[in-house]
Structures are given as structure tokens and as C-alpha cells.
């Protein structure tokens, strides 16, 4: 019965099926942001490779003046920092951890994005031996309402 069950999985998931039995996690499918930045910024290209180290596939886009973009995906003054990026349709905006992200992913909100307004002193691009801001991640909808998804 086993061997029926399997033949009628379609491949991509045969894998996960066979996990299942044997108790073993499938490998997550890489996500893919697109981050634009200035090509100067050094703690975007920090924030970059904390993305990296956390899984995602990330293509930059370096730019000279970021305003057009922000303004194109709605990030208000209020909640800018250096660098805007896109993910699945969400916009991410600023130092927000790999793993705030990767909940928004997979909670799914009705909001536009996720933003660390300004430029948090410890969070992902930011760090400082031995200090760290408490700071927290916004989400945003389409209106400019903002409440607070996640504290740091």
C-alpha cells in the first residue's frame, strides 16, 4: 500500500512524504527578496548577509536615491531606513531580523510590509559589541497604519 500511496505523489513532494516516515525535516524551499540600496551603505550589505545566513536567495539593487522606491511601495517617511526590500509581495523596510521576516512569510498578514523604522543600534546590519537598542517592527498597510508586529 505504501508503495501505491508513494507512486501517486507527484515529485517534488515524494521527498517530503518519505521524511515524514523516517522523522526527517524536509529542507525549506529557498526564498527569494530583492533588496534595494545604496551602493555605499555598508551596514545594507551587513543586513544582506545576515539574509544570506538565514536562508534567503537575495538579488541587490544598488541605487543611488531610494525615494522613488519607497514611495512606490508605500514606506512612509516615519518608517524609512536605508535600505527597502520586496518578498513574496510584502515590502520589508530597514534592520528587520531574518526570522521576523520569515514569520510574516509564513503568517500571511493583510498588511503591505514589515518596517525598523531608523537604524536600531544591534539589529541585523547594526550591531555594536556590547550594546542593543530595544526597538520594534511595524507593520504597515496600504492606509499608513501602523501597530507593532514583533519587539527586539
Known sequence: MLRNTLALVVA???????SAFIGVKPVPKPVAI?????PECGCCKAWVKHLRANGFVVETMDMPDLSLVK???????ALQSCHT???NGYVIEGHVPADV???MLR???????IAAPG???GSPGMEV???????????????GKTSVYARR
Open 101 to 103: 521576516v520569515t514569520q
Open 129 to 143: 559589541p556590547g550594546y542593543k537598542d530595544a526597538y520594534n517592527i511595524l507593520a504597515f498597510d496600504k492606509a
Open 34 to 38: 530583492k533588496v534595494y540600496k545604496t
Open 12 to 18: 517534488g513532494t515524494v521527498i517530503t512524504v518519505a
Open 85 to 87: 526590500a520586496v518578498v
Open 107 to 113: 503568517e500571511k498578514p493583510a498588511i503591505v510590509g
Open 119 to 121: 537604524m536600531p543600534v
Open 71 to 77: 514611495q512606490k511601495y508605500g514606506v512612509k517617511p
